[in-house]
Structures are given as C-alpha cells and as structure tokens.
C-alpha cells in the first residue's frame, strides 16, 4: 500500500473511532459526519504540531510514569479539540481519556490490518 492510501486509511480510521468512542462513552458527542471530519483533521494536527512538543516538555513526569503519562497528554488534546470543534463534545476528563484511548486502538487495530 503506497504512503497517501495508508494516510487515508489512518484518516478514515479515526473517523470511525470517533463514532464509536461516542456511542461508547457517556461524555463524549459527536453530531455527523462532517464533525467527525474536522475533528479529525484536528486530532492529526495536534498530534503533528502540539503533541511532540507537549511529551518532551513533559519527558521527565512520563519517564518518573512509565510513559502513562502520554495517556493524559492524549486525553488533553483530545478535551482540547471538544472546546474549539462545533458539534464535538467532551464533557470531562474521564471521558476524554476513555474516548482518546478508544480513538487510538480502532486506528491502530485498522491500520495493523490494512
């Protein structure tokens, strides 16, 4: 599979991790597809541009962690995307680390089989 079918593949697959992360957990919403869309795209900015910044920032506490501090640096980001995307809701802590860790194993259980 060639480098812009596995993009689109990782793409459509928090897509759809974003729909089950809101049928699954009590807190976080998400209204249509178009929603989905743009918060993904967020989610793949962040995790480009704000996250590698935020984990060497932060190198000691999740090396003093095990690395489970990555965990609540995820569920950060993914709380912050629920602020700045209309029609994407997280209500809290919780259900964005339970939503982010969802988020994360539909796509790479996806990608693993792609």
């Known amino acids: 599979m060639d480098h812009m079918n596995k993009m689109i593949v990782r793409f459509l697959a928090?897509?759809?991790?974003l729909f089950v992360a809101a049928e699954l957990?009590?807190?976080?919403?998400?209204?249509?597809?178009?929603?989905?869309?743009?918060?993904?795209?967020?989610l793949g900015l962040m995790n480009i541009l704000v996250r590698p910044v935020l984990v060497v920032l932060t190198l000691p506490i999740t090396i003093v962690t095990l690395g489970i501090f990555?965990?609540?640096?995820n569920a950060l980001i993914f709380l912050f995307i629920g602020t700045i995307v209309k029609g994407?809701?997280?209500e809290g802590f919780?259900?964005?680390?339970?939503g982010s860790l969802?988020?994360?194993?539909?796509?790479?259980?996806i990608q693993k089989i792609a």
Not at 14 to 17: A, D
Not at 25 to 42: P, W
Not at 70 to 73: P, Y
């Open 88 to 90: 994407f809701e997280v």
């Open 14 to 17: 928090v897509v759809l991790g």
């Open 25 to 42: 957990v009590s807190g976080v919403s998400i209204e249509g597809l178009y929603a989905a869309i743009i918060v993904a795209v967020f």
């Open 102 to 109: 969802i988020v994360s194993t539909i796509s790479w259980f």
């Open 70 to 73: 990555i965990f609540v640096i």
């Open 94 to 98: 919780v259900p964005a680390l339970l």
